[in-house]
């Protein structure tokens, strides 16, 4: 099993992540917001949960824990932003 590290927006210390499961979330929160164009995390959280079931991929853990790393290093990569000036946090590409 591979490990990625990722990366957090404000250079914090991030964890490590299994690589497939990384990829899995990474794709379905993308193609996700690719439909919404900008969401709040509790709408793209439900998106994903129903992509990855209807796919029939299973996520070891918590779904929210690990989808929360992935938007952040998503961010700190410069593929995502959020609207901090929103609340909720909005979302989009």
Not at 34 to 56: H, M, P, W, Y
Not at 57 to 66: E, F, S, V
Request: hydrophobic share 40%; with cysteine; aromatic share 8%.
């Amino acid at each position: 099993m591979e490990k990625i590290l990722l990366k957090h927006p404000e250079g914090k210390k991030a964890i490590s992540m299994d690589k497939a499961k990384y990829n899995n979330l990474k794709t379905s929160f993308i193609e996700c917001l690719n439909i919404r164009k900008s969401a709040s995390f509790d709408e793209l959280l439900s998106d994903v949960a129903t992509d990855l079931q209807n796919k029939g991929i299973k996520i070891q853990g918590i779904l929210q824990w690990n989808l929360f790393w992935v938007t952040l290093d998503l961010e700190a990569n410069n593929a995502l932003k959020k609207d901090k000036k929103v609340s909720p946090y909005m979302y989009s590409l």
